[in-house]
Every structure is written in structure tokens, then in C-alpha cells.
């Protein structure tokens, strides 16, 4: 079990830490037409240009996605806190090409250990789950409740 606890959400010090493997399986989009161009490019700077998440045991980092298989991208997180409601920002280039005008964060097809990541913040396009200490995935959390 990892034990370094730099990577804590909202300064929430963990008592445990586990790894954990994101995945993403991105619905392919053409590129849109000429028109839409201008507001691609935007979605594309408002997101960085690459397809990522922002997890919020990263307070805030914007971590790049390795595509491991077409419209598959996945990340291997080694300091996950165990028992409390973590959240994560999922930015997606073919979003940017669905929704130009949009700022292209996803909420379907994002799993943790396999686990379909289904609860989404309220007034948010932001996914939280649980991880408990053996790996298993909480979505939506036990309780219901989140922890700010």
C-alpha cells in the first residue's frame, strides 16, 4: 500500500491511500465543418488540447491521458484516497468536436477498477466515487453525501 499522502484532496489527510486504474472510452466525432472551426479551436485551449482528467487527489493538476487503444485512454493513479468522495473532471477532444461551444468534460464511459463511474456532483458536469481500501469502487457513494 502506497503511503505518501502529498497528493490529498482539499487538504483532507487520507488514513490510506490504494491504486487505481482510470479508463476512459471516448464516442468518436468528426471534425466539425468550417464554420465551427473557431469554436473548436477554443474548446481545444479551454481544455488543453489533449484529452485529461482533473482529479481532485491532484488538487486541481490537469493529467494528460495516454490513448492505449483508439478512443481509449487510460491512467494509472498510485495515491487515490480510501473513504471519502473523490471528484474528477474528465476533458474529452471529441467533445470539443460534438460540442464546440461547450468546455468538454464528459460524464459517461469513465470507469475506475473497472467500475462504470455513474454520479455526477450536482449543477456540475464533475464525477465522484469512493475507493475503498481493497480497490472496490463506491459510484455513487455509500451515504450519498459529499465531502467538501
Known amino acids: 500500500m502506497a503511503t505518501d499522502c502529498n497528493e490529498s484532496p482539499r487538504g483532507v489527510q487520507p488514513?490510506?491511500?490504494?491504486?487505481?486504474e482510470f479508463r476512459l472510452r471516448s464516442?468518436?466525432?468528426?471534425?466539425?465543418?468550417?464554420g465551427s472551426q473557431r469554436a473548436f479551436q477554443d474548446c481545444?485551449?479551454?481544455?488543453?488540447?489533449?484529452t485529461n482528467v482533473v482529479p481532485s487527489w491532484?488538487?486541481?493538476?490537469?493529467v494528460p491521458l495516454t490513448e492505449s487503444a483508439p478512443n481509449v485512454f487510460t491512467m494509472q493513479f498510485?495515491?487515490?484516497p480510501v473513504d471519502i468522495a473523490n471528484t474528477m473532471t474528465v476533458r474529452d477532444v471529441n467533445e470539443c468536436r460534438r460540442n464546440p461551444d461547450?468546455?468538454?468534460?464528459?460524464?459517461t464511459g469513465v470507469t475506475i477498477n473497472g467500475t462504470f463511474i455513474q454520479r455526477v456532483v450536482p449543477g456540475t458536469r464533475t464525477l465522484t466515487f469512493v475507493l475503498e481500501a481493497d480497490g472496490t469502487v463506491l459510484s455513487p457513494p455509500d451515504d450519498g453525501k459529499l465531502t467538501q
Open 102 to 107: 461547450g468546455d468538454a468534460s464528459v460524464v
Open 27 to 34: 464516442q468518436s466525432a468528426s471534425i466539425p465543418p468550417a
Open 44 to 50: 481545444l485551449t479551454r481544455m488543453k488540447s489533449e
Open 58 to 62: 491532484r488538487n486541481g493538476a490537469v
Open 15 to 20: 488514513t490510506q491511500i490504494v491504486t487505481a
Open 78 to 80: 498510485n495515491a487515490i
